[in-house]
């Protein structure tokens, strides 16, 4: 029983850490997604599919990944601030 109590509360803190994080990161690449079709983005000449592969790069999901815990580490501290 005392496992039990213990696991359970690590189990939704990593679960609510991979939800943040991971709304963070589906934010971040649907704003690069609107960014391609923008006047100046290529989304609009080449299409969807270019538009696809250029936001989806190594660096693009460094800095996701970067930002994503960042900003969870933000949220985390402002959560037990306030």
Known sequence: MANNRTKKPLFIHLLRALIETG??????YSNLLMGEFEKSGNGQRNGFLSALNDIFTAYNFTIAILAAVIGYFVFEF?????
């Open 23 to 28: 709304f963070i990161i589906f934010l971040f």
């Open 78 to 82: 402002l959560r037990k601030k306030i």
